[in-house]
């Protein structure tokens, strides 16, 4: 499999795919080695995890350029999912050893009878990811697998296959026996392959359409299946912001990584009194943005990572255009080898473009005016998705009372585009299944076993 520099199209290096003889070969080695790796005290296994955080320190730079080379992610935001990686891991490694205790919740000493919960592995389990945050989305799924007795087998997405690699040296370097934390390297087809192998649980991050595939195939197993998918995530900027300021953090979540985050700002909403100002300030800011080679230290928009994904963002401006919608800045792709579309503003717009119902994944917002929370809310809520949403206001109570009515598994205040390690990462509806992140990110890779303990 060829790997390609989005930046310029150029070929990095060639790699060798698994077959699915391969692929069978893995699963059954994982198999063999699990049980050892979960009989280990949970101090040696956290042991391991803690090399790896020190191994990403060292490798900090090398990374960083690798990740940048491979998905076109601009140096800097490299260095920031590494940086950030950081402290998801120090949240793993301060809470596993709580979060996976054993509890007694009965001890009845007259009837002699004790109730008991321990956390067990699921055994070995499947990790498809995705290519736009590798290190986050990766590690959010196989570190608390790991600590927890599992054996797993990651499949890298084919856009972040060599990221993926260091991954698993820098885990097996640290300690994880190879045969415990397995790459699978290949495109979809080599997922599927994973999939037929009599797993116990696969953990998806990725597309909707794909993760239905892979909720179809999991059903049919009866294997625990959890899956991170797509978003269409509203802001909502009622009248009382400072429209600047607003405008600045709203472009910031919005075009970040290109727009290709999860979680990035996909349509806004702004209130009637403000539109405007609110829709030229942000104008400014996107126009402002530097684009560019994304090893270069200025860069904040560089190339999309598939190539494929032009083509969605220029039909979704013509749909608009067409609709309605005006293209204050942007609107086409840009004339270079590579991936590259330019930051794009489309105002007017409303629910009948896809511009405003489907995932974007790039650098083009719709922004569409509203008369009130109601009616705000209202379209926050028209979304199969629910991944997150927010709202931009100086009142608190109004802010909590939005957010309340707003089916979605985050929800913001004056903020956008965040993850934290203590919070739960779940969706609602086409975003999603089950959750990272968290203690209860950390309990999801394990089963509940109950025990009924009665002294003779
Ligand atoms: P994708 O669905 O194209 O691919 C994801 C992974 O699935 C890749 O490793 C791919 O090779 C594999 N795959 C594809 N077909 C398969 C099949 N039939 N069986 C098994 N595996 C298969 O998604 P992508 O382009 O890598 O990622 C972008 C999507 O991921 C966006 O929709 C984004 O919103 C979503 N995402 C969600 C989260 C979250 O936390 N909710 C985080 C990051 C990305």
Redo the contacts with the bound molecule.
């Keep these: 499999m060829k790997i390609h520099n989005p930046a310029n199209g150029a070929v990095i290096t060639d790699v060798d795919v698994d077959t699915s003889a391969s692929v069978r070969a893995k699963y059954h080695r994982a198999r063999a080695a699990q049980p050892h790796w979960a009989g280990l005290p949970i101090k040696k296994r956290l042991a391991t995890i803690a090399g790896f955080r020190d191994r990403l320190g060292a490798m900090h730079e090398a990374l960083a350029r690798t990740l940048t080379e491979e998905v076109g992610k601009p140096i800097r935001q490299s260095r920031n999912e590494l940086n950030g990686l950081a402290g998801r891991l120090d949240f793993f490694l301060a809470e596993s050893q709580r979060t996976l205790r054993g509890e007694t919740v009965l001890a009845d000493l007259d009837n002699k009878l004790e109730e008991r919960i321990t956390h067990e592995p699921l055994g070995v389990v499947a990790n498809?990811?995705?290519?736009?945050?590798p290190y986050f989305?990766g590690s959010n799924v196989f570190v608390p697998a790991l600590i927890a007795g599992n054996a797993v087998l990651y499949?890298?997405?084919?856009?972040a296959t060599l990221t993926g690699l260091s991954i698993a040296q820098m885990l097996h370097e640290s300690g994880v026996p190879e045969d415990v934390f397995t790459p699978v390297v290949?495109?979809?087809?080599?997922?599927?392959a994973?999939?037929r192998q009599p797993v116990d649980g696969v953990f998806?991050?990725?597309?909707?359409?794909?993760?239905r595939?892979?909720a179809a195939t999991a059903g049919r197993r009866m294997i625990k299946v959890q899956l991170?998918?797509?978003?269409k995530d509203p802001i909502y900027i009622c009248e009382d912001v400072d429209v600047k300021a607003a405008a600045a953090a709203v472009a910031d979540g919005a075009f970040y990584n290109n727009g290709q985050?999860?979680?990035a700002v996909e349509r806004i909403y702004v209130a009637d009194a403000i539109h405007d100002a609110f829709v030229a300030a942000f104008v400014d800011e996107v126009r402002a943005f530097r684009i560019g080679d994304p090893m270069d230290e200025a860069t904040y928009i560089g190339p999309l990572t598939?190539p494929g994904q032009i083509a969605v963002l220029k039909r979704q401006v013509a749909e608009a255009s067409k609709l309605g919608g005006r293209v204050l800045t942007g609107g086409t792709p840009i004339e270079r080898r590579g991936n590259w579309f330019r930051p794009t503003v489309v105002a007017n717009a409303d629910h009948r473009m896809s511009l405003m119902r489907e995932?974007s994944?790039g650098p083009v917002i719709g922004i569409q005016r509203v008369d009130g929370d109601e009616e705000a809310v209202a379209l926050m809520n028209d979304t199969p998705y629910g991944?997150t949403a927010g709202v931009y206001t100086r009142a608190e109570k109004r802010a909590k009372r939005i957010l309340a009515e707003i089916r979605a598994g985050t929800v913001y205040w004056n903020c956008c585009d965040r993850v934290s390690p203590r919070l739960p990462?779940s969706?609602v509806g086409h975003?999603?299944l089950g959750l990272?992140l968290s203690t209860y990110g950390i309990q999801t890779f394990t089963r509940p076993k109950a025990w009924h303990l009665r002294s003779a």
């Design positions: 498809i990811s995705a290519w736009n945050y989305v499949k890298p997405s084919e856009y290949g495109d979809g087809s080599t997922g599927a994973v999939l998806f991050t990725g597309s909707y359409g794909t993760g595939k892979i991170e998918l797509g978003g985050s999860c979680c598939r995932e994944f991944l990462w969706g975003s999603g990272t």
